[in-house]
C-alpha cells in the first residue's frame, strides 16, 4: 500500500494537468510513433519501433505513478494549521544569526518544493528544525554543512 501524500489545493491541480496531458497528448503521439515505425518494415531490425516502445513504456510507467499518487493524495486544510507556530504552508521569515543574512521560506510538501520561488520541502533539514517554533523564537538547526543558529523572526500564510 502507498504512503499517503499531502498537496496544497494548486499542487493537486497540477498534478491532475500533467496527468491529463500525458493520457491525452502524450500517449496519442507515441502510438502515431509506434504506427508509423510499424509501416517501415520488419520490426527485429528497427530501431525507431524500438524507441517508440521504450518511449511508450516510459510513459505508461509516468501515468501509472501519478495515478497512484492521486489516488493516495489528500489536500491540506488551511483552515485548520495554527498561525502562531511554524507549521506545514507556513511562510517564516528568519534571520541566520552568524552572518545577520535574512531569509524567507514557505514550507511545502515535498513534491511541491521549488527552491527558487522560497518553497522547501517540510521534511529537509531547516524546515524540520524550524516545525512548532513560535515568532522570536532562537532554533540551532543541523544541516550538512554543519550547525546553524537561526531566530524566527515572522510566520505568516501565503
Known amino acids: 500500500m502507498s504512503q ?3 498537496f496544497t489545493k494548486d499542487g493537486l491541480e ?3 494537468d500533467e496527468l491529463e496531458r500525458l493520457k491525452s497528448v502524450e500517449r496519442p503521439a507515441v502510438s502515431q510513433m509506434i504506427a508509423e515505425a510499424r509501416e517501415k518494415g520488419d ?14 513504456g516510459m510513459l505508461e510507467l509516468r501515468i ?28 517564516v521569515k528568519l534571520k541566520n544569526l552568524k552572518n545577520n543574512a535574512v531569509m ?10 521549488d527552491i527558487k520561488k522560497g518553497k522547501i520541502s517540510v521534511s529537509s533539514p531547516i524546515a524540520q528544525g524550524l516545525l512548532g517554533k513560535e515568532a522570536g523564537e532562537k532554533v540551532d ?14 510566520i505568516s500564510r501565503d
Not at 524567507?104 to 518544493?113: M, R, W
Request: proline share 3%.
Open 4 to 6: 499517503v501524500k499531502y
Open 104 to 113: 524567507e521560506y514557505t514550507l511545502v510538501p515535498e513534491n511541491e518544493a
Open 141 to 154: 538547526i543541523q544541516v550538512p554543512a554543519g550547525l546553524m543558529n537561526f531566530q524566527v523572526i515572522s
Open 43 to 56: 520490426l527485429s531490425e528497427n530501431a525507431e519501433y524500438d524507441a517508440a516502445k521504450n518511449e511508450q
Open 14 to 16: 497540477k498534478l491532475k
Open 64 to 91: 501509472a505513478k501519478l495515478e497512484e499518487t492521486l489516488s493516495n493524495a489528500r489536500v491540506i486544510d488551511e483552515s485548520q494549521l495554527n498561525n502562531e507556530k511554524v507549521s506545514i504552508l507556513s511562510r
